[in-house]
């Protein structure tokens, strides 16, 4: 590789690490709205946004053939964001409402407890500035026939882990933020997550699309994502595509799909890191119209998307710059040479008899 081409390389990739540093969200702690950022890929405006209409102010949840209200979370007159900071934080992250019900467990208050304290803080204060919008009173749920496990206890003084350390900083992401296990994890009888089988999937989840099941999140090579390139889970956390081409349903990818570059890097990192667990996941039963996404689907703009795009036009130009100056020297070659006494010069040397040649020349006999 020249000279020439390795700068430009490495002006490629201090281009894209300038532009990814300025994009919003590149890391959660750096984020100009930590609060906003948080509230999105943890899900709740997935679940507290209608289909259409403003966001935040409630929506409707399908899970576990059963039809679930999520309230209205701005400073309206029926949303709970009119309960004062503490009850908000206690709902989010021990499912017990204001008036002391137990939220169904739709609402992943058993792994939001984990979130640090400076996050849940951050939350609450992003739903406390958020423009009230009135919605008409919705539905009470009645989980009566819901199991709901024992609620947990409130916590106080959690830390987030530092991001340098990917794999205790994608635990985190992945459990108490993103509360992955909530789908991805069996439950104990008791409602409980079961330990032992951290994320290995196999839950059934129902809805207009048919039957999918939670996939397998461990690096098992036989159930899991043990075989998958990082590409390939990477699209189906922020886009949707399961790595056998078919759409993915009931995850909230639409939320995900605003995840900063460096979180999603700390979360893959974790999941390659866990034990590899087998556990063969039954395939999806998607009904006729389900198997494929319309081709009018609005795709996502991620992060990750715009630094590809962007990198791969830094290098298509540098590619460019460097066959223009090449060609730009050859011509300059071509101009400043005097062809003339070139070809001259190059003639005379070919008629010009070399020394060995006069060296074996006959001696001219005696006269």
Known sequence: MSRL??????????????????????????????????AVISGCMHCHSPVEGPVFSGGVVQWNDRIFYAPNLTPARNGPAVWDDEAVRRAITTGIAADNRQLAPVMPYLYYNGMADADVGAV??????LEPVETDPQPVNNPADVLLPTPPDPTVGVNRPDPVDQ??????????????????????????????????????????????????????RVTGIGTFRDEEIILAIVDGQHPDGRPIYAMPWQAYSDIAAGDIQAVMVYLRSL????????????????????????????????AVAILALLLAGAAVIYMAVQQTRRAQHVRQTDWVAYFDDVFSQTSRPSPDTEDNQPEEPPA
């Open 5 to 38: 081409t390795r700068r430009l390389v490495v002006l490629c990739f201090l281009l894209t690490l300038a532009v990814l540093s300025v994009m919003p969200g590149h890391t959660q702690g750096e984020d100009d709205e930590p609060g906003e950022y948080l």
């Open 167 to 220: 794999v205790a900083y994608g635990r985190y992401l992945v459990q108490d933020v993103m509360a992955c296990g909530r789908c991805h994890t069996p439950s104990l009888p008791d409602g409980q997550p079961a330990p032992s089988r951290l994320l290995v999937g196999g839950q059934a989840f129902s809805g207009e699309w048919g039957i999918v099941y939670a996939s397998n999140l461990t690096p098992s």
């Open 124 to 129: 609450v204060g992003f739903i406390n500035g």
């Open 275 to 306: 034990s590899p667990i087998d556990n063969e996941v039954p395939p999806a039963e998607l009904r006729e119209g389900y198997e494929y996404y319309p081709a009018t689907r609005a795709q996502p703009v991620s992060p990750l998307g715009v």
